[in-house]
């Protein structure tokens, strides 16, 4: 283990090489650019591409790449000085050492080193080394004193000074109401951190109408979903739907009206989180849910208008599927693949019944407009091969429905916002219009 451990550390060393700048990814799944300065007790110090400095508490970094020579004071009282990643621990890459893993705890500070007395002809240099070259140095620098330890009491003052002219340090790690992060976490492209809990309470409305046959329907559905992060990778989530169904009919002069309220199919699964995104590849999340049919099922013999209308589909199904995510901030790209297994059912006239399994595609964008309003949109389809009835084949009912889905995330306050989203058919396998509102509250 750990020998895997040092080829993996060497690879995410040699790689930091070719990053232009310093990078800090946080746990929220955000990641800025800049240049690490400090780190101190509780957090790290560190300046972006605007010139803004940010203080930013140590346990909401995931991890900070840092591609120049720092220097490591232990709290032993020794120091060391390299390239650094943070990750849980501490990775340098020293001269002298080679490749080290040093635990946070046994860490006093961290203070980036001036470039110009930390390299001479691009060769990074120990500690020992630099108090050997320091007369070499002072001919080159304004170097005056030779003592390490002023080195790094000076720099320290600089960063304080910047950052007390910065009275209100921005914290984007903690920022958790971004607007970019709820339209993701709608679209199951964001896990729950461990721990963490998710309520969600909607209302969608579904109208179709087919006027050739003079037949419309409305749907009105109140879904109640709980997801809960068991992992920091690990989700697992289930969603409870209540609906109202009413259909109604005009043949030969006569109106019929029919409608029916009561639960629907409940369905219950698993998010995981595969692969984290870096800066070449996204965020892949893996998931697993199962339909199961609690709601009440249809009769597919009866066609009277009259009889109660199904508010269940009456088929076990199982969904796998893929998420992958890519934060280009302020926006972010998202698209997915699943494909769903429907199982056969028998109903009470005797027949037989098995809907054809599933291929779903989909993709999109979203753009956090501020803090408080993002916007986002989405292009759906599904393609389900024919029907089977007693084992026999009904050709011609496949169907390929085909939506746009568009809608805008408000945040309320830190951890509760609303989701109002529009979605349109865009050929006559798809629902014509259905219009959603959502209220979330995480906790």
């Not at 990775?91 to 002298?96: F, V």
């Not at 080679?98 to 390299?119: E, F, H, Q, R, S």
């Not at 009275?167 to 492209?189: D, H, M, V, W, Y």
């Not at 066609?303 to 199904?310: F, G, K, M, Y």
Request: charge should be neutral; include cysteine; hydrophobic fraction near 40%.
């Amino acid at each position: 283990m750990r020998y895997i451990q040092s080829i993996i550390i060497l690879f995410c060393l040699i790689f930091t090489h070719v990053i232009l700048a310093d990078e800090v990814f946080f746990k929220n799944n955000d990641h800025i650019s800049g240049n690490f300065i400090e780190l101190s007790p509780t957090s790290y110090v560190f300046a972006t591409s605007h010139q803004a400095t940010l203080q930013i508490k140590h346990e909401q970094i995931y991890r900070l790449l840092i591609t120049n020579p720092v220097i490591v004071e232990l709290n032993s009282g020794e120091s060391l000085i390299g390239i650094a990643i943070i990750e849980q621990k501490l990775l340098l890459n020293s001269e002298t050492l080679g490749y080290l893993i040093i635990n946070l705890t046994d860490i006093k500070t961290i203070v980036k080193l001036n470039n110009k007395i930390a390299l001479i002809n691009n060769k990074l240099l120990t500690v020992t080394s630099i108090k050997k070259k320091l007369p070499v140095i002072a001919k080159n620098t304004a170097l005056i004193k030779n003592k390490l330890s002023i080195i790094t009491k000076k720099e320290s003052a600089t960063i304080r000074g910047k950052a007390a002219k910065n009275k209100s340090p921005e914290t984007i790690g903690e920022k958790e109401n971004n607007p970019a992060q709820s339209f993701l976490r709608s679209k199951e492209a964001l896990l729950l951190g461990k721990g963490e809990k998710e309520l969600a309470v909607s209302l969608s409305y579904v109208h179709n109408l087919d006027s050739a046959n003079n037949f419309r329907e409305r749907e009105l559905t109140v879904p109640l979903g709980f997801n809960i992060g068991i992992t920091d990778r690990l989700e697992g989530m289930i969603d409870i739907p209540f609906i109202w169904a009413e259909q109604e009919e005009f043949i030969n002069g006569n109106f019929t009206q029919n409608n029916s309220f009561g639960i629907g199919d409940l369905t219950a699964g698993f998010n995981y989180q595969l692969f984290t995104e870096d800066r070449n590849w996204p965020d892949i999340i893996g998931s697993v849910n199962v339909v199961i049919p609690t709601g009440k099922e249809p009769n597919i013999t009866d066609i009277d208008v009259n009889s109660p209308i199904a508010l269940g589909s009456g088929f076990w199904r199982v969904t796998t599927g893929l998420t992958l995510v890519k934060t280009f901030d302020p926006a972010a790209l998202f698209g997915g693949i699943s494909y769903t297994h429907s199982f056969a059912n028998t109903f009470d006239d005797g027949v037989k019944m098995q809907p054809g399994n599933s291929f779903s595609y989909r993709f999109g964008m979203g753009f956090a407009i501020n803090y408080q309003l993002g916007w986002f949109s989405q292009f759906l389809s599904t393609y389900q091969s024919d029907t089977k009835y007693n084992v026999i084949r009904n050709f011609g009912s496949a169907q390929e429905p085909m939506l746009l889905e568009t809608g805008i995330t408000y945040t309320i306050r830190k951890d509760n916002y609303i989701q109002p989203t529009l979605s349109f058919g865009l050929n006559d396998d798809a629902t014509d219009v259905a219009v959603d509102i959502s209220y979330v509250r995480k906790f």
